[in-house]
């Protein structure tokens, strides 16, 4: 809690010294990350970016903007001819030395690796761009959102929680399964939600769940976030099928395992605080109650 106290007090800094007219390095934007793209909507600077990846889906004016690649395959050919004022990255973007050889172009690093940053890079951005007209509304809005949630479970018990992320082959199989380690953003998340992540390794690069590694994990309760456009009963009713001869799993005995079906789950930016409040009564039904 300290840590994020000191996190909005910084924000705050930013924006009482923050520029009050849109800096012309922001005029033409191309961001690398469907997160970054989402903030630099929310403060406003939707129509500053020029050029977005090929999995931006939100919000519904981003299907429009040209598409550069991804994450991990920019394609620098593409970005150049879109004549970026400023390129909005993460760190670990491939091919990050190639892009900076690009003539006449800034370099924006964001970092959304947990709930902290997601929500200082509100700020942040914002004060690079000279956009201060709406940021300090959204960061403040957002801000007030995870206090609230917070207040709700500070005396609560902690919930041992496996997230699913995604499967490869055969649902009835657990080594397919993708979960997410402590050093992904649901881990920030649950934590302010009176939670912990079951997983304490990093994410594996590959599905490598065991049933004993399962049994050894022994979660409370088991989240799978799908996306949007798996969203159907038959695809849900198999994977609560896949789970329910595992009764040795005490989120499986106790009838808590549970699926997310929306495409924000997996996007580290301003719509987490959705996530958020999807997750709090699952993990605390007692609240149900009050």
Same mark, same amino acid.
């Given at each position: 809690?300290?840590?994020?106290?000191?996190?909005?007090?910084?924000?705050?800094?930013?924006?009482?010294? $923050?520029?009050?007219?849109?800096?012309?390095?922001?005029?033409?934007?191309?961001?690398?990350?469907?997160?970054?793209?989402?903030?630099?909507?929310?403060? $406003?600077?939707?129509?500053?970016?020029?050029?977005?990846?090929? *999995?931006?889906?939100?919000?519904?004016?981003?299907?429009?903007?040209?598409?550069? $690649?991804? !994450?991990?395959?920019?394609?620098?050919?593409?970005?150049?001819?879109?004549?970026?004022?400023?390129?909005?990255?993460?760190?670990?973007?491939?091919?990050?030395?190639?892009?900076?050889?690009?003539?006449?172009?800034? *370099?924006?690093?964001?970092?959304?690796?947990?709930?902290?940053?997601?929500?200082?890079?509100?700020?942040?951005?914002?004060?690079?761009?000279?956009?201060?007209?709406?940021?300090?509304?959204?960061?403040?809005? &957002?801000?007030?959102?995870? !206090?609230? =949630?917070?207040?709700? &479970?500070?005396?609560?018990?902690?919930?041992?929680? =496996?997230?699913?992320?995604?499967?490869?082959?055969?649902?009835?199989? #657990?080594?397919?399964? #993708?979960?997410? $380690?402590?050093?992904?953003?649901?881990?920030?998340? =649950?934590?302010?939600?009176?939670?912990?992540?079951?997983?304490?390794?990093?994410?594996?690069?590959?599905?490598?769940?065991?049933?004993?590694?399962?049994?050894?994990?022994?979660?409370?309760?088991?989240?799978?976030?799908?996306?949007?456009?798996?969203?159907?009963?038959? *695809?849900?009713?198999?994977? *609560?099928?896949?789970?329910?001869?595992?009764? #040795?799993?005490?989120?499986?005995?106790r009838g808590r395992v549970?699926?997310i079906a929306n495409d924000?789950? #997996?996007?580290?930016?301003?719509?987490?605080?959705?996530?958020?409040?999807?997750? =709090?009564?699952?993990?605390?039904?007692?609240?149900?109650?009050?």
């Amino acid at each position: 809690m300290q840590r994020f106290t000191c996190c909005l007090l910084l924000a705050l800094f930013l924006f009482s010294t $923050g520029a009050l007219s849109l800096d012309r390095k922001c005029s033409r934007i191309v961001s690398l990350a469907p997160s970054i793209t989402e903030v630099l909507y929310e403060v $406003g600077l939707g129509k500053n970016i020029v050029g977005v990846t090929k *999995f931006d889906r939100y919000p519904e004016s981003v299907k429009n903007k040209p598409k550069v $690649g991804g !994450l991990h395959d920019p394609n620098i050919e593409a970005i150049a001819k879109l004549k970026p004022s400023t390129i909005m990255l993460f760190a670990e973007t491939r091919g990050i030395e190639k892009l900076k050889k690009l003539s006449n172009v800034n *370099f924006y690093i964001v970092n959304h690796k947990n709930l902290n940053n997601i929500i200082k890079s509100i700020p942040s951005v914002s004060e690079y761009c000279g956009a201060t007209e709406k940021g300090p509304a959204v960061f403040s809005k &957002t801000i007030d959102r995870i !206090l609230a =949630l917070e207040n709700k &479970t500070k005396n609560l018990p902690k919930t041992k929680v =496996l997230i699913a992320v995604g499967r490869s082959g055969k649902l009835k199989a #657990f080594n397919n399964l #993708f979960i997410s $380690g402590n050093d992904g953003f649901y881990t920030s998340i =649950l934590e302010r939600l009176g939670a912990e992540n079951a997983y304490k390794q990093n994410t594996a690069s590959v599905a490598s769940m065991s049933m004993e590694g399962l049994l050894k994990l022994q979660p409370d309760v088991i989240i799978e976030l799908i996306t949007s456009e798996n969203n159907s009963l038959e *695809f849900k009713e198999s994977i *609560f099928d896949s789970w329910k001869d595992y009764t #040795f799993l005490n989120a499986v005995n106790r009838g808590r395992v549970h699926i997310i079906a929306n495409d924000y789950s #997996f996007i580290p930016g301003p719509r987490v605080i959705k996530l958020m409040e999807d997750l =709090l009564y699952i993990l605390h039904p007692e609240l149900n109650e009050k």
